[in-house]
């Protein structure tokens, strides 16, 4: 059974850093590619980062630069590390992982199926 685990939101100012982590269990990170998506009150769900089987990363246009997604193969983690945090960027991150089969959702370049409960980030002076 996959499981996907969320970890490390909070509450920061705007400029300020957080680092999320997704602990993965029942799937080899490192043989699909994973991601991170958001979701704020009101709006669609957004393609966060994505890094794929080679090592190969995509950042959306409205975090490149100040977002970086990474993952540790011994650890089977996913994490995303944010920096210069703007209140944009308050929702709920969830990360996802290649569906193995069933209706993927296919975003980023990649079929997403597994997905976590989510963590929230928070943005506000």
């Known amino acids: 059974q996959v499981q996907l685990v969320e970890s490390g939101g909070g509450s920061v100012q705007p400029g300020g850093s957080l680092r999320l982590s997704c602990a993965v269990s029942?799937?080899?990170?490192?043989?699909?590619?994973m991601g991170w998506f958001r979701q704020s009150p009101g709006k669609e769900r957004e393609g966060v980062a994505a890094?794929?089987?080679?090592?190969?990363?995509y950042h959306a246009d409205s975090v490149k630069g100040r977002f970086t997604i990474s993952r540790d193969n011994a650890k089977n983690t996913l994490y995303l590390e944010m920096n210069s945090l703007e209140p944009e960027d308050t929702a709920m991150y969830y990360c996802?992982?290649?569906?193995?089969?069933?209706?993927?959702?296919?975003?980023?370049?990649?079929?997403?199926?597994?997905w976590g409960q989510g963590t929230q980030v928070t943005v506000s002076s």
């Open positions: 890094i794929y089987v080679g090592g190969h990363t």
């Open positions: 996802a992982s290649e569906a193995t089969g069933g209706n993927p959702t296919a975003v980023m370049g990649c079929g997403f199926g597994y």
């Open positions: 029942g799937y080899t990170i490192s043989s699909y590619c």
